[in-house]
């Protein structure tokens, strides 16, 4: 029996992200050109990969019951290996005869250390104890774990991650559960009609598509991949979430005194909301600059805005590169955990830790600061984060405004009517499982004297 190609690719990308700390959705794009994999072959390869780093905390648990020695002193590979054949036992529809068999290969293809054929007998052994029962079976199983530990091992995220979303929820940690199911369906890419450079309607007639549930420029794609329209290869329109859309569309929605000149983009990079942003600038006669740090970001914001104009700055935002020019409107969309986008980022909950906030923190606050002193009085600033973390929220804008008397926070749920319960204000939150978006996070900030 040979190694089936499609599971090849999916043991690759795991492999990647342990060795290179690379992102599975952009390694994976290159895997299955390199090994001629399309249709109903890539889909399975993507979602036997993607599946099995989002469950990966739960299958360890469930894998640790049936190896005899500790499940940390099996190799790298190996435990890869037996990842993606639980996953295939466990919510892949696929015969347990053919997951544990195409898993053997797989295991014997490794080679040292051990032997093929041990390596092979081992997964068949370890695998057959998982193929023994369903997977409401070995969830329950570890019904004795309670709270926030009980939590983790049953939705597959780190004890700190659900911690930090039962914080964030307040009094409505009882929705815990479902924001941690939701973080574990994928999410269909959301296309964006980036204003100025096509108009939404035409890409709403798109009979691969269907309206966003917001945004008026959202269009969730139902099938095929989004490089595969034309009007995404040409630039008009985008792939963003129709959180970060709504972000920017808020942000253009804010009353500030008049006259209006100019906008600024302090944290641009890749450049999705600094295309919105942009384009709407153009068409009120508004000039627009976009700051990234990194070159090769600013090379991805270029290429975001397309001819759109714009300047466009590569350096530090809390050095505040653009000189002594005051703005209108500022978006921060800070650097940050990334939290809110687990559903689309399989391995980043296991790639974050909270470590993280500490180095984060200092960063978030120095960048709202530096937006403050650039704005001028009657503009106004979004902070927003891709990460419902209090401590990447609400308390860095009180750390800052408390420090700041000529600026106020105000209502930001005033700038999205459409959406409903946000949370209790004055900030917006939203959330997977009752928006069906990233967890995007912002404050409105007003400069006032």
Same mark, same amino acid.
């Given at each position: 029996?040979?190694?089936?190609?499609?599971?090849?690719?999916?043991?690759?990308?795991? !492999?990647?992200?342990?060795?290179?700390?690379?992102?599975?959705?952009?390694?994976?794009? /290159?895997?299955?050109?390199?090994?001629?994999?399309?249709?109903?072959?890539?889909?399975?390869?993507?979602?036997?990969?993607?599946?099995?780093?989002?469950?990966?905390?739960?299958?360890?648990?469930?894998?640790?019951?049936?190896?005899?020695?500790?499940?940390?002193?099996?190799?790298?590979?190996? &435990?890869?290996?037996?990842?993606?054949? =639980?996953? &295939?036992?466990?919510?892949? !529809?696929? #015969?347990?005869? $053919?997951?544990?068999?195409?898993?053997?290969?797989?295991?014997?293809?490794?080679?040292?250390?051990?032997?093929?054929?041990?390596?092979?007998?081992?997964?068949?052994? @370890?695998?057959?104890?998982?193929?023994?029962?369903?997977?409401?079976?070995?969830?329950?199983? %570890?019904?004795?774990?309670?709270?926030?530990?009980?939590?983790?091992?049953?939705?597959?995220?780190?004890?700190?991650?659900?911690?930090?979303?039962?914080?964030?929820?307040?009094?409505? !940690?009882?929705?815990?559960?479902?924001?941690?199911?939701?973080?574990?369906?994928?999410?269909?890419?959301?296309?964006?009609?980036? *204003?100025?450079?096509?108009?939404?309607?035409?890409?709403?007639?798109?009979?691969?598509?269907? *309206?966003?549930?917001?945004?008026?420029?959202?269009?969730?794609?139902?099938?095929?991949?989004?490089?595969?329209?034309?009007?995404?290869?040409?630039?008009?329109?985008?792939?963003?979430?129709? /959180?970060?859309?709504?972000?920017?569309?808020?942000?253009?929605? $804010?009353?500030?005194?008049?006259?209006?000149?100019?906008?600024?983009?302090?944290?641009?990079?890749?450049?999705?909301?600094?295309?919105?942003?942009?384009?709407?600038?153009?068409?009120? /006669?508004?000039? %627009?600059?976009?700051?990234?740090?990194?070159?090769?970001?600013?090379?991805?914001?270029?290429? +975001?805005?397309?001819?759109?104009? +714009?300047?466009? @700055?590569?350096?530090?935002?809390?050095? +505040?590169?653009?000189?002594?020019?005051? %703005?209108?409107?500022?978006?921060?969309?800070? *650097?940050?955990?990334?939290?809110? $986008?687990?559903?689309?980022?399989?391995?980043?909950?296991?790639?974050?830790?909270?470590?993280?906030?500490?180095?984060?923190?200092?960063?978030?606050?120095?960048?709202?600061?530096?937006?403050?002193?650039?704005?001028?009085?009657?503009?106004?600033?979004?902070?927003?984060?891709?990460?419902?973390?209090?401590?990447?929220?609400?308390? =860095?804008?009180?750390?800052?405004?408390?420090? &700041?008397?000529? =600026?106020?926070?105000?209502?930001? !749920?005033?700038?999205?009517?459409?959406?409903?319960?946000? /949370?209790?204000? #004055?900030?917006? &939150?939203?959330?997977?499982?009752?928006?069906?978006?990233?967890?995007?996070?912002?404050?409105?900030?007003?400069?006032?004297?």
């Amino acid at each position: 029996m040979s190694v089936d190609p499609a599971r090849k690719a999916a043991l690759e990308v795991l !492999r990647s992200v342990r060795e290179l700390d690379s992102y599975a959705n952009l390694i994976m794009p /290159g895997v299955l050109a390199r090994m001629s994999l399309s249709g109903r072959d890539a889909g399975f390869a993507t979602e036997l990969a993607y599946g099995t780093l989002r469950w990966q905390g739960l299958y360890d648990a469930v894998l640790a019951t049936c190896v005899s020695r500790p499940w940390a002193d099996v190799d790298a590979d190996m &435990q890869a290996v037996l990842r993606l054949g =639980v996953h &295939q036992l466990l919510h892949m !529809r696929v #015969p347990s005869h $053919a997951a544990v068999d195409s898993s053997c290969e797989l295991a014997r293809s490794l080679g040292a250390p051990g032997g093929a054929p041990a390596r092979a007998g081992f997964a068949n052994a @370890i695998l057959r104890k998982v193929a023994a029962h369903d997977f409401d079976y070995w969830v329950n199983s %570890f019904a004795a774990l309670s709270g926030i530990e009980g939590l983790a091992t049953r939705w597959s995220h780190p004890a700190w991650i659900v911690r930090a979303f039962q914080d964030a929820l307040g009094d409505r !940690r009882t929705e815990l559960p479902a924001l941690l199911a939701a973080d574990n369906e994928p999410a269909h890419p959301v296309l964006v009609a980036r *204003p100025g450079r096509i108009d939404p309607e035409v890409l709403m007639v798109r009979p691969e598509v269907s *309206p966003g549930r917001y945004s008026p420029l959202a269009a969730v794609l139902l099938s095929g991949a989004p490089d595969a329209l034309d009007i995404v290869r040409s630039g008009a329109v985008g792939v963003q979430d129709e /959180g970060s859309q709504l972000v920017a569309l808020a942000l253009t929605r $804010a009353a500030v005194s008049q006259p209006e000149t100019a906008w600024l983009d302090m944290c641009a990079g890749p450049g999705g909301k600094a295309a919105v942003l942009a384009g709407i600038a153009e068409m009120r /006669g508004i000039s %627009f600059t976009a700051v990234e740090l990194h070159p090769h970001r600013a090379h991805l914001v270029k290429r +975001a805005l397309g001819q759109v104009p +714009a300047e466009i @700055i590569v350096g530090d935002a809390i050095d +505040a590169p653009w000189g002594a020019q005051l %703005f209108d409107r500022i978006l921060i969309d800070a *650097p940050c955990t990334g939290l809110g $986008a687990l559903r689309r980022r399989p391995e980043a909950r296991w790639r974050k830790s909270p470590a993280d906030l500490s180095t984060l923190g200092p960063l978030q606050r120095a960048l709202l600061k530096s937006a403050i002193a650039a704005t001028r009085p009657g503009g106004v600033i979004i902070y927003a984060t891709c990460s419902p973390h209090l401590a990447e929220t609400e308390f =860095v804008v009180a750390d800052v405004v408390s420090g &700041q008397p000529q =600026v106020v926070v105000e209502d930001a !749920r005033e700038l999205l009517p459409e959406v409903s319960d946000v /949370g209790a204000g #004055p900030f917006v &939150q939203l959330w997977p499982h009752r928006h069906g978006t990233d967890a995007m996070f912002f404050a409105l900030l007003r400069r006032t004297a």
